[in-house]
T-cell receptor
C-alpha cells in the first residue's frame, strides 16, 4: 500500500504561514498527492492535489519535492477556521483498484 | 447546490438489529464510497462502487452490505454481524472511477449502540 507519514500535531499563530509536511517514499510514478482537511464532526474537505509541479489554489499551495518522496501543504495566513486535521493521501493502485488510504493526519492548532 | 446528503445525522442501534444509512448525491458522479472513522483515527474504506449495479469490498467490509441500484444512491446497511458498529460513517463520491479527481464527502452519520 502506498502510505504517507505526517506529524501528529502542529501549532501556528494566527495570521502566520503554516507548513504541513508529508513523507511518501513509496509513491508510484503516476500517483497524485491529495490533501484533505476535516473539521470536528464533519466530512473531509478537499484542499488541493498535485503530481509533480507545485500547485496553488484559493485555499493553499502544495510544494512537491523533486523526487516526489515528500510534499508540503502551505497555508499562507492561518486563521482560526483553519484549525482541523489535515490528511495527506496517495491513491492506492496496488490492488488494481483506485482508492485512498487515509492515515491519522496532522492536527493543526491555530493560536489567536 | 450540488452535494452529498447523508441521513440521519445520528442513529442508534439495538443489539441484533440491522440499520441502513442513506447516501444521496446530485453531482452526477459515477463512483461512490463508504468509510468508517473511529475516534482519533483516519478513514477506512468499507465498500465502493464504480458504476451502477456494481460494488466492491473495501478493507473492512465484514458485517456491512451495500446496494447501488441508482447512480444517485448508495445505501449502507450495518448488519447484526458487525459486532462493533459504533463509529462515524462517511459517504463520498467522485467523477470517475479511475481518475485522480478529488472525492466529495457528506457530513457523516454517527452510529451508536443502545
Amino acid at each position: 500500500d502506498a502510505k504517507t507519514t505526517q506529524p501528529n500535531s502542529m501549532e501556528s499563530n494566527e495570521e502566520e504561514p503554516v507548513h504541513l509536511p508529508c513523507n511518501h517514499s513509496t509513491i508510484s510514478g503516476t500517483d497524485y498527492i491529495h490533501w484533505y482537511r476535516q473539521l470536528p464532526s464533519q466530512g473531509p474537505e478537499y484542499v488541493i492535489h498535485g503530481l509533480t509541479s507545485n500547485v496553488n489554489n484559493r485555499m493553499a499551495s502544495l510544494a512537491i519535492a523533486e523526487d516526489r518522496k515528500s510534499s508540503t501543504l502551505i497555508l499562507h495566513r492561518a486563521t482560526l477556521r483553519d484549525a482541523a486535521v489535515y490528511y495527506c493521501i496517495l491513491r492506492d493502485r496496488t490492488s488494481g483498484t483506485y482508492k485512498y488510504i487515509f492515515g491519522t493526519g496532522t492536527r493543526l492548532k491555530v493560536l489567536a | 447546490d450540488g452535494g452529498i446528503t447523508q441521513s440521519p445525522k445520528y442513529l442508534f442501534r439495538k443489539e441484533g438489529q440491522n440499520v441502513t444509512l442513506s447516501c444521496e448525491q446530485n453531482l452526477n458522479h459515477d463512483a461512490m464510497y463508504w468509510y468508517r472513522q473511529d475516534p482519533g483515527q483516519g478513514l477506512r474504506l468499507i465498500y465502493y462502487s464504480q458504476i451502477v449495479n456494481d460494488f466492491q469490498k473495501g478493507d473492512i467490509a465484514e458485517g456491512y452490505s451495500v446496494s447501488r441500484e441508482k447512480k444517485e444512491s448508495f445505501p449502507l446497511t450495518v448488519t447484526s454481524a458487525q459486532k462493533n458498529p459504533t463509529a462515524f460513517y462517511l459517504c463520498a463520491s467522485s467523477t470517475d472511477r479511475g481518475s485522480n479527481q478529488p472525492q466529495h464527502f457528506g457530513d457523516g452519520t454517527r452510529l451508536s449502540i443502545l
